[in-house]
């Protein structure tokens, strides 16, 4: 299985050993038959950090690295100053390790409306994400977007980017937003919250996602999926979220973990 959505260092500020939940998930050994997980890719929610997760992680040749400004504030505030530092930082990343730009996008959810009703700071949280769109144009890079109570503006800017590819992370809408995202042919990616009771519209959306663009995450240490809710997240808890998925779509869970592969390598360019 791999977890195409994970972030590592932000796991271990929860007191996980990570490193030694590593091996456990990867095993050793080349024909490793006790290996959960064939690859993670470790994202990014902060500025500037890259270099580190890379010289922390890269020790594991089946993690891989997104890096983006994900919109908070300070991020929207100095978007002139961290877009290009974001681009310096993974230029100067070691061939092959990173593998997408993000995550990023809009959060229409924590960054709320203001007393007139209008959303604050709603045109710089846009630029942002544009800026960003734009540079994975110029990187040729995918992109791993975040959308929170925002699934039309969102589909909006993407439609404006044709250039550009990637995955709606942690797919939170429901049928009629699933299908504005596969129009663009955009990824579609799950996370734990799959599992939640009060999910059907998320599990409605699952069923029906063509099997040519379905990836599973964790989200990790967040959304940590039934019967682990409550706990930090790990990746090696992608499991339950391949299990449901493969029950709502009615195929087995071997014949999902290929195609997922296969989407990952179409997507990032990466072959766990």
């Known amino acids: 299985m791999i977890d195409t ?7 271990a500020e929860k007191g996980i050993d990570v490193n030694t939940r590593l091996v456990e998930l990867f095993g050793t050994g080349v024909d490793c038959r006790d290996r959960l997980l064939t690859g993670i890719i470790d994202v990014s929610l902060a500025p500037g950090d890259l270099p580190v997760r890379i010289q922390v992680f890269s020790r594991f040749p089946r993690v891989r690295f997104a890096s983006g400004l994900w919109p908070h504030d300070a991020s929207i505030r100095r978007r002139n100053e961290l877009v290009p530092a974001l681009e310096k930082d993974i230029r100067a990343a070691p061939p092959g390790l990173v ?10 959810h924590r960054n709320g409306e203001n007393h007139d009703g209008r959303i604050a700071g709603a045109a710089d949280e846009r ?25 039309s503006e969102t589909a909006e800017i993407l439609k404006s980017y044709a250039n550009v590819h990637g995955v709606i992370h942690c797919f939170s809408y429901g049928v009629p937003e699933l299908k504005s995202f596969l129009d663009l042919d955009y990824f579609i990616s799950f996370a734990g919250n799959l599992t939640y009771k009060n999910a059907g519209n998320i599990r409605d959306a699952c069923a029906l996602v063509p099997a040519g663009r379905l990836l599973l995450e964790t989200d990790c240490p967040f959304l940590a999926p039934v019967p682990f809710r409550g706990k930090p997240a790990d990746p090696g808890m992608v499991a339950e979220n391949y299990k449901l998925a493969s029950e709502l779509r009615g195929t087995d869970i071997e014949t999902l973990k290929e195609q997922t592969r296969e989407n990952v390598k179409e997507l990032f360019a990466v072959e766990f």
């Open 127 to 151: 630029e942002l994400m544009e800026m960003q769109l734009e540079l994975a144009g110029r990187l040729n890079l995918p992109v791993i977007i975040h959308s929170r109570d925002a699934p």
């Open 5 to 11: 959505h994970a972030h590592l260092a932000m796991l």
């Open 99 to 108: 593998c997408a730009l993000g995550e990023f996008g809009l959060d229409r």
